[in-house]
Each structure stands twice: as structure tokens, then as C-alpha cells.
């Protein structure tokens, strides 16, 4: 039986691409155009307005962590505020990893790996709304499937990231971010972690660390910063009011974060979020995190994990098709200043 998925490989490009034929059978019902109150209309319907049965790990409204159990079912029921649920339209799933197979010319694997998602319980309350406490929660609940998942044979890397608003590709309105553990090394992660292997290299020190150092004498593109955390407008920004959110202690992996660090990073993602959310009257927009591979992790010791935060400010059309060059429309310190006054 074939997996749900295949990674398929370019071999011009050395990318991979996922075929995940399985995500057909996706409900084409939140494809049609939203308008402003989308998640309204999805409210009736919306699958995640209770805790699911096929819960992997559940966060009370207290903070305390449970796994559910027959037994804990009703108590979790009432007091849950974050639970986390195998996607029931998976990417990835179970098969057979690390084997590559031909077809002509071509390379194909099976699409192994894990797709979980990680919801929150109101249906309104963005993440920009949470409380810091809140907002701590999902992070941490972030960090401890990161850890659950990364020992696994066939797991390469961990992809944590969420989309909110349907110009993100948010086809559940619902708060939710997703986790999805891969048996490759991404090609955008693959480059990052290129560009900042071949800076050390070079110069004997993170390249992001140098960033983080330049911002903060600069200030010019600051809008965050705390003892342990610092959030800027990149000054080669891919898109308009792009943010990225650095923890100032070099690690190159997010799952060796401490809880107190949470609490820290916490803060900032919701200030930065909140900052959005009021200057840009709560614009769709993507943030992942950037962390080096769960495998052989001693050489990726040069990388610094990060969170990004994108927009949706514009639409890529056929120069950035057909270059790869992003372009925004905005100085990345005219971004800043204004955000900073949110």
C-alpha cells in the first residue's frame, strides 16, 4: 500500500517536493471566499470546538500537562485550553523511511514523518488576544512534541509553524498552529543552515549572532527586546512588516529552550503579534520556527534557532515566480518605526 504522500526530488534544483495525494480528500468547504467574519459562519462546524478523543497531549487552563486517559476524559473535557490532535489530512505518515526509489530519471521516497496540530480552545481568540500565560502554553506545548518526536528514526527535522487568516492558508479558521516532523532536511532550512556554515567558516562567529549585535547598537530596525529575547524588521525583509524574533543566548536547537525562556519568548510573540494585529488591523500571516535538524545535531552547532513572522501584505506574481526575488514595499525601518509606536 502506498504512503498518503511522496517526496519527490527536482533533481535540477536538489529540492524536494511533497506529494500529499492523500490531502484530496480535504473538505473544499472553507476554500470559498471568507470576507472578514469567516470565523463566525465556521463556528457551528467548526471540528475542534471540543477535546478530540484522538488527543496526543492536552494543557489545562491551569498549565498542568495531561495525557488522556479513560479515566481523565471528563475531567479534561471541562477544563482543557490546548490539546494536540493527529491531523486527520496528513502530509506525512507512517511507511517505510530513507528509501529512495526510481522512476525514469527521477527520485521518489515515502512521505514518512508525523503531521499533528495544535489547537487552542476559543474559537475567536487569536494568538494576539492570548494572554502571556496563554500564549506560553502553546509554546510550550511546541517544545514538548518537538522533543516527544525528535528521537525518531525517521524524523530529520521538526517543522513548527502556524497560519492565521485565510490569505495564509488558514483553511480552519479556528486557532490552531501544526507540527510536522519530516524525514529530509527542507531546502529553505537547508540553505539557512548553508549560508550560516560557510559564514563561520569564514569569520569564526554566527552569522546571526552578528545580526542580533549590529540591531541592537543600531536600533533602527528594533521593535522588541527584553534579557533574553530580541524581535526586528530584517534589513533584507522578504515581505512588508516581515519580523523575525531571536533568543539572544546562541542555540542552535528550539528544543533545548528551558521553561523559563518560554516565559520570555512568550512575551515577545505576543507583543510582537499584538503590534500586527493593531497597526495592520489583524493582517493573515505565517510564522515558523527555524531550528537546525534533530540529526547529528554537534554540526550544527554554528546555526541560531528563530521564529519569522510573514504577512500577508502581498501576492507573489510572475517577477517573483519567476525570479525567486522577493520584493516589498516598504523600507524595513519605516516598518519598524511604525510598529514600534503600536
Given at each position: 500500500?502506498?504512503?498518503?504522500?511522496?517526496?519527490?526530488l527536482?533533481?535540477v534544483s536538489?529540492?524536494w517536493?511533497?506529494?500529499?495525494?492523500?490531502?484530496?480528500?480535504?473538505?473544499?468547504?472553507?476554500?470559498k471566499?471568507?470576507?472578514?467574519?469567516w470565523?463566525?459562519?465556521q463556528?457551528?462546524?467548526?471540528?475542534?470546538?471540543?477535546?478530540?478523543?484522538?488527543?496526543?497531549?492536552?494543557?489545562?487552563?491551569?498549565?498542568?500537562?495531561h495525557?488522556?486517559?479513560h479515566?481523565?476524559?471528563?475531567?479534561?473535557?471541562?477544563?482543557?485550553?490546548l490539546q494536540i490532535v493527529?491531523?486527520?489530512?496528513?502530509?506525512f505518515?507512517?511507511?517505510?523511511?530513507?528509501?529512495?526509489?526510481?522512476?525514469?530519471?527521477?527520485?521518489?521516497e515515502?512521505g514518512?514523518?508525523f503531521?499533528?496540530?495544535v489547537?487552542?480552545?476559543?474559537?475567536?481568540q487569536s494568538l494576539?488576544l492570548?494572554?502571556?500565560?496563554?500564549?506560553?502554553?502553546?509554546?510550550?506545548a511546541?517544545?514538548d512534541?518537538?522533543?516527544?518526536l525528535?528521537?525518531?528514526?525517521?524524523?530529520?527535522?521538526?517543522?513548527?509553524?502556524?497560519?492565521?487568516?485565510p490569505?495564509?492558508?488558514a483553511?480552519?479558521?479556528?486557532p490552531?498552529?501544526?507540527?510536522?516532523?519530516?524525514?529530509?532536511i527542507?531546502p529553505d532550512?537547508?540553505?539557512?543552515?548553508?549560508?550560516?556554515?560557510?559564514f563561520?567558516?569564514?569569520h569564526?562567529?554566527?552569522?546571526?549572532?552578528?545580526?542580533?549585535?549590529?540591531?541592537l547598537?543600531?536600533?533602527?530596525?528594533?521593535i522588541?527586546?527584553?534579557?533574553?529575547?530580541?524581535?526586528?524588521?530584517?534589513?533584507?525583509?522578504?515581505t512588508?512588516?516581515?519580523v523575525?524574533i531571536?533568543?539572544?543566548?546562541h542555540l542552535?536547537?528550539?528544543?533545548?529552550?528551558?521553561?523559563?525562556e518560554?516565559?520570555?519568548?512568550?512575551r515577545?510573540?505576543?507583543t510582537v503579534?499584538?503590534?500586527l494585529?493593531?497597526?495592520?488591523n489583524n493582517?493573515?500571516?505565517?510564522?515558523?520556527?527555524?531550528?537546525s535538524?534533530?540529526?547529528?545535531?554537534a554540526?550544527?552547532?554554528?546555526?541560531?534557532w528563530?521564529?519569522?513572522?510573514?504577512?500577508?501584505t502581498?501576492i507573489?506574481?510572475?517577477?517573483?515566480?519567476?525570479?525567486?526575488?522577493?520584493i516589498?514595499?516598504?523600507?524595513?525601518?519605516k516598518?519598524a518605526?511604525?510598529?514600534?509606536?503600536?
Amino acid at each position: 500500500m502506498r504512503n498518503i504522500s511522496e517526496l519527490r526530488l527536482d533533481i535540477v534544483s536538489g529540492d524536494w517536493v511533497v506529494i500529499a495525494t492523500g490531502r484530496g480528500k480535504r473538505p473544499h468547504d472553507f476554500g470559498k471566499k471568507r470576507g472578514d467574519h469567516w470565523w463566525k459562519r465556521q463556528k457551528k462546524s467548526c471540528p475542534f470546538e471540543k477535546l478530540l478523543p484522538e488527543a496526543l497531549y492536552v494543557s489545562l487552563k491551569n498549565g498542568d500537562i495531561h495525557k488522556p486517559t479513560h479515566k481523565n476524559v471528563s475531567f479534561l473535557k471541562r477544563d482543557w485550553f490546548l490539546q494536540i490532535v493527529p491531523n486527520k489530512f496528513p502530509a506525512f505518515g507512517r511507511g517505510v523511511c530513507a528509501v529512495r526509489r526510481r522512476a525514469g530519471p527521477y527520485f521518489w521516497e515515502e512521505g514518512v514523518g508525523f503531521h499533528d496540530v495544535v489547537v487552542t480552545r476559543s474559537h475567536e481568540q487569536s494568538l494576539a488576544l492570548m494572554s502571556k500565560d496563554e500564549v506560553e502554553m502553546v509554546i510550550r506545548a511546541y517544545r514538548d512534541r518537538y522533543i516527544q518526536l525528535k528521537d525518531d528514526d525517521c524524523v530529520e527535522y521538526v517543522s513548527i509553524f502556524h497560519n492565521h487568516g485565510p490569505e495564509a492558508g488558514a483553511s480552519i479558521a479556528h486557532p490552531h498552529s501544526q507540527i510536522i516532523s519530516i524525514p529530509v532536511i527542507p531546502p529553505d532550512v537547508g540553505r539557512s543552515i548553508k549560508g550560516s556554515a560557510d559564514f563561520f567558516r569564514k569569520h569564526k562567529k554566527c552569522v546571526h549572532c552578528l545580526m542580533i549585535e549590529h540591531e541592537l547598537e543600531d536600533g533602527i530596525r528594533v521593535i522588541y527586546e527584553d534579557e533574553k529575547f530580541i524581535a526586528f524588521v530584517p534589513y533584507a525583509s522578504r515581505t512588508a512588516f516581515e519580523v523575525r524574533i531571536f533568543p539572544k543566548e546562541h542555540l542552535p536547537t528550539f528544543g533545548s529552550i528551558h521553561n523559563s525562556e518560554i516565559t520570555y519568548l512568550a512575551r515577545a510573540v505576543k507583543t510582537v503579534l499584538g503590534k500586527l494585529y493593531k497597526g495592520l488591523n489583524n493582517p493573515s500571516y505565517n510564522f515558523f520556527i527555524h531550528t537546525s535538524p534533530v540529526v547529528h545535531t554537534a554540526t550544527f552547532q554554528h546555526y541560531h534557532w528563530h521564529l519569522e513572522i510573514l504577512p500577508k501584505t502581498a501576492i507573489w506574481a510572475g517577477f517573483e515566480l519567476s525570479t525567486g526575488i522577493d520584493i516589498s514595499t516598504i523600507a524595513p525601518e519605516k516598518a519598524a518605526a511604525f510598529l514600534r509606536k503600536q
